[in-house]
């Protein structure tokens, strides 16, 4: 039998609801959220990629949306690993982007190279508002590149596909809050 992480071809939806679930990634109850919002919905994506095999199949999922892009990129710390696992999938060059530029050596906003006019896609883990993947958009730009899609693991529905269609950038969600919400063990 094929393990889940190796099969060919797309994952599907199902799939990816119960590996979040089944890792605990996904919590119901009262939470608050950093952003300081109320949340019956708690979503933490590093519960699943801690898992290589879960990873695996995270990164296969991601992979099989990577079109054209040239370039993946992703910002610390939670998107990380699901570049890294994506850009061993499609043997694309990655750049891990900062929160904040280095305070010695380079000061650059990001680890890796983005060649001026490169396609890049930004993978996230969870999006909410859209702000840290705003944040990435402004980055790539900033250094020459191109970017008009940004996949991410969990889109919570509270606003960044919106956003970020408002600054050119499509979100393509593996799983919505109300796929997890349906499926609710």
Same mark, same amino acid.
């Given at each position: 039998?094929?393990?889940?992480?190796?099969?060919? &071809?797309?994952?599907?939806?199902?799939?990816?609801?119960?590996?979040?679930?089944?890792?605990?990634?996904?919590?119901?109850?009262?939470?608050?959220?950093?952003?300081?919002? *109320?949340?019956?919905?708690? +979503?933490? $994506? *590093?519960?699943?990629?801690?898992?290589?095999?879960?990873?695996?199949?995270?990164?296969?999922?991601?992979?099989?949306?990577?079109?054209?892009?040239?370039?993946?990129?992703?910002?610390?710390?939670?998107?990380?690993?699901?570049?890294?696992?994506?850009?061993?999938?499609?043997?694309?060059?990655?750049?891990?982007?900062? *929160?904040?530029? *280095?305070?010695?050596?380079?000061?650059?906003?990001?680890?890796?190279?983005?060649?001026?006019?490169?396609?890049?896609?930004? +993978?996230?883990?969870?999006?909410?508002?859209?702000?840290?993947?705003?944040?990435?958009?402004? +980055? $790539?730009?900033?250094?020459?590149?191109?970017?008009?899609?940004?996949?991410?693991?969990?889109?919570?529905?509270? &606003?960044?596909?919106?956003?970020?269609?408002?600054?050119?950038?499509?979100?393509?969600?593996?799983?919505?809050?109300?796929?997890?919400?349906?499926?609710?063990?």
């Amino acid at each position: 039998m094929t393990r889940t992480e190796d099969a060919p &071809g797309p994952v599907p939806t199902s799939v990816l609801v119960g590996l979040l679930l089944d890792a605990g990634a996904v919590r119901f109850g009262e939470f608050t959220l950093a952003s300081g919002e *109320k949340s019956d919905v708690y +979503i933490d $994506v *590093k519960r699943a990629w801690t898992d290589p095999a879960r990873l695996a199949t995270l990164g296969r999922a991601l992979a099989a949306r990577a079109g054209d892009a040239e370039r993946l990129a992703g910002m610390e710390l939670g998107a990380v690993p699901l570049v890294v696992a994506t850009a061993l999938r499609t043997g694309r060059p990655m750049v891990v982007l900062r *929160k904040a530029p *280095k305070e010695h050596g380079t000061r650059l906003p990001f680890e890796g190279e983005i060649p001026a006019g490169a396609r890049v896609l930004l +993978i996230e883990d969870v999006s909410t508002t859209g702000g840290s993947t705003l944040r990435s958009v402004e +980055i $790539v730009r900033g250094a020459g590149g191109r970017v008009d899609r940004a996949i991410v693991v969990v889109d919570r529905e509270a &606003g960044a596909r919106e956003r970020l269609a408002a600054a050119g950038v499509r979100l393509e969600p593996l799983v919505t809050i109300s796929e997890l919400r349906g499926a609710r063990r």
